[in-house]
């Protein structure tokens, strides 16, 4: 068996349906579709998964961590299939693989003082050895640029949505992990706290060595702290490869019409050409082939009969039959 | 251009426990006719605030302490109740944050728009209004057959292009939209807001567009406000205001927001704003500010004055 080096995560086609509705009208939306990934394992990375509302990246994440399972595929952790681990395996993997999420205001429990978050994390899941649970909450809020003093025996409404997202980030650092699902992390934050938060994100990849996989709507803070980017779209991967060649140079048409939406924080750079946004109606039926068929400017017969395999295209990948 | 809506010396407070915050601060701005008004500014700033008391939804424990608001000529906080309903919604419209999501689920599009245009209008037939939600609904991209829909069978973006064409259904010549496009996806974002240049070009309407998104206001808007803590601290046209902020929570504003393809450092702005309840002495920045001056920022505050040609910035760094 050929030597390769084992990826940090691995995401091998894994499909999620969901049904709603009861008996005659039920209905099946096709949430993750067949989508594969990877995280390499050599150096820390920023890993982002961006899509827009409904693109299947927040039922990803919950895959990834466990809280529900894939109709299809499997998920693999440094090889072994998270599925599928005995339950010391399994306790490593809680360790080693945590989370953010998007709202730093609904994730305390308001009648605790924000220690109470740490220290069960620290006592479920355990600290360095030879250190006490006060010092390894004491060094984790220093590592996320808050003063213990001013923080611990607080409540969570004493704290700024920055100052508890930072609390959170703390908390997952505590088992000392070496992969952070952070699902929208900033999006609920104003632009001057939001920014911190990036750069504490970026340095916590380089000082404690924790990959990121981030996931996001938003291409401008992707594009900020990212190394590698998959694009979603209703549910599959539509370009996948380092982040600075998508966003400059996007092939896939829904990445193209993606990327030429961002609003430019520059008044010389306003929008010149109209797009047409065609509006589709709330529910929709999941198309045989192409799912962007309908909005795509370059479609063709072909597209209609099969969905387009993702093809190696250069450095990246790439779901069209246009390549 | 002429001013149509010229706010002067407003104060609006909320009062709770005997304690009193000024969620407005004395503002003073001027929207000229037919122009993209932006205002701008982070969570709690008092920029819906700013816009509610334009069009007298301040309820208790909030207040009106002083100031005067001139739409068109006229003091709107003189009026009586029956003289100012005549204006809301008919010269002035309104969409709040999130009121895509505050249409009526149990009634159909046209029958919500029926309701808007006959609380006003008595003098309308049905097929007046008809005619003119069908004009209206083909302006803001919609196919007439919305109008028999429900909003559940809507999408985000639909249901904002509902609430857009309702807000217009009168014609006003003011629309003040509270983050119109804050919780939908980039595509449909762009939609929205190429939608409210094509109604500020086609209808002449006068557009106040209130969001923190610093991005949208430069994609669209003619001028630009900046609030701070309840304070205007900075205003002129949005291009100058890119090219060369004034005040330095301006610039620091600006230089925190990522672009996309661009790796340059973010700065964010360390510290937090005021609590409102104990603010500080003098300019409301200082505690954050870089260029704080000893003595003066920390003891006077700073007002809202002209430095140049079309630019006002409240900050003790610039000489009137």
Redo the contacts between chains.
Sequence with gaps: MAVSVVNLLEVRNISKTFVSGFLFSKRKVVAVDKVSFSIPGEKPIVFVLAGESGSGKSTIARIILKFIKPDEGEVFYKGKNIFAINSKEALLYRREVQAVFQDPYGAFNPVYPVDHILSITARRLGVDQGKGIDEAIDEVLVSVGLRPEEVRGKYPYQLSGGQRQRVLLARALIPRPKLIVADEPVSMLDASLRAEILNLMLDLKVKNGVSFLYITHDLSTASYVGDHIAVLYRGSVVEMGPIDDVITNPYHPYTQLLMSSIPQPDPSKRWQEKIATPEVSAYKEQPIGCKFYDRCPWKKEECRKAPPPLKKIGNRYVACYLY | MSVLLKVEGLTVAYESNGKRLLAVNDANLEILQGEIFGLAG??ACGKTTLASSILRLIKPPGRILKGRVVFDGVDLLSLDEEEFRKIRWEKIAYIPQASMNALNPVMRIYDQILDVVEAHRKDFSEDEIRKRAEEIFASV??APYVLKMYP???????RQ?VIIAMSLILNPKLLIADEPTTAL???????I??LLKEINMKFGTTVLLIT?????H???VDRLAIMYAGKIVEIGP??EM??KPLHPYTQ???A????????R??????G?PPDLRNPPPGCMFHPRCPFMIQGKCDRVEPVLQQVAVNRKVACHLYKG
């Design positions: 982070e969570s991209g919609l559940h069978e809507l999408s985000g973006g639909m292009r996806d980039v595509v449909v974002q762009r939609g807001i190429q923190h998104d610093m991005a949208v430069a994609q669209i949005v291009k890119f090219e620091l504003l600006i925190s927001i990522p672009r996309a393809g661009e790796k450092k973010l700065a964010g702005i360390p937090l």
